[in-house]
């Protein structure tokens, strides 16, 4: 069975400084990891994806994520902080077609990540 | 290009009436996927299309859900006698496919359904 675990259901920041939320997965065949956000009243937007391609994974407005698999991670990194970074960050999993699977996304709880001024 | 749209955006129902939502995926996507996200779950995996073939319905919580595509385009997803519990926002998403390269999944806007 596969799942993911975001290990921070609130994260607050300063403007300009770095931004860390951390996901571990649990997959029983080589995964696809996603980042997606939802900003209020807004659909869910795909950040980024890793496919087995390089484990270091650069996705839209200065967002990277690294694949690590001897510690089953995939945390999401910013450098610096805009005030427009406020949002949900779902992190995903999926096993893709493997075995027959239908490539449902599995998310997680989600992180709420506030950026103070 | 034009994304998923659903409809309504909004719905607010009584316990007990049956709902029907809709999902326009992009096209030519033949994969079609439905979650609900409420407070309580989380989002979650509901019912899967890919193509003609027969779909997954191992994320629907009781047969007071049904699914179902028309045309391999258009898909509508019913709830029979809503109950309170089902108040969530229904999300439709659509992938060029289910194989790891095609599966990036788009989604819509969602709708957001009340149960009173």
């Known amino acids: 069975a596969q799942s993911v675990t975001q290990l921070d259901s609130h994260v607050s920041v300063s403007e300009g400084t770095p931004v860390l939320l951390r996901c571990n997965y649990s997959s029983s065949y080589s995964p696809s990891l996603f980042w997606y956000v939802q900003h209020p009243n807004k659909g869910l937007q795909l950040l980024l994806k890793y496919t087995s391609a390089a484990t270091l994974v650069k996705g839209i407005n200065g967002f990277e994520a690294e694949f690590k698999k001897s510690e089953t991670s995939f945390h999401l990194t910013k450098p610096s902080a805009h005030m427009s970074d406020a949002a949900e960050y779902f992190c995903?999993?999926?096993?893709?077609?493997?075995?027959?699977?239908?490539?449902?996304?599995?998310f997680g709880t989600g992180t709420l990540l506030a950026v103070q001024p | 290009g034009a994304g998923v749209s659903q409809s309504p955006s909004n719905k607010v129902t009584e316990k007990g009436k049956d709902v029907e939502l809709r999902c326009d995926p992009i096209s030519g996507h033949t994969a079609l996927y439905w979650y609900r996200q409420s407070l309580g779950q989380g989002l979650e995996f509901l019912i899967y299309?890919?193509?003609?073939?027969?779909?997954?319905k191992s994320g629907l919580p009781s047969d007071r859900f049904s699914a179902e595509r028309t045309g391999g385009s258009v898909s509508t997803l019913t709830i029979q006698r809503t109950q309170q519990e089902d108040s969530a926002v229904y999300l439709c998403?659509?992938?060029?496919?289910?194989?790891?390269?095609?599966?990036?999944?788009?989604f819509g806007p969602g709708t957001r359904l009340t149960v009173t």
């Open positions: 995903v999993v999926s096993e893709g077609d493997y075995g027959g699977a239908t490539n449902k996304l599995i």
């Open positions: 998403a659509s992938s060029l496919g289910r194989s790891r390269v095609l599966s990036e999944q788009y």
């Open positions: 299309f890919q193509g003609n073939s027969a779909p997954d």
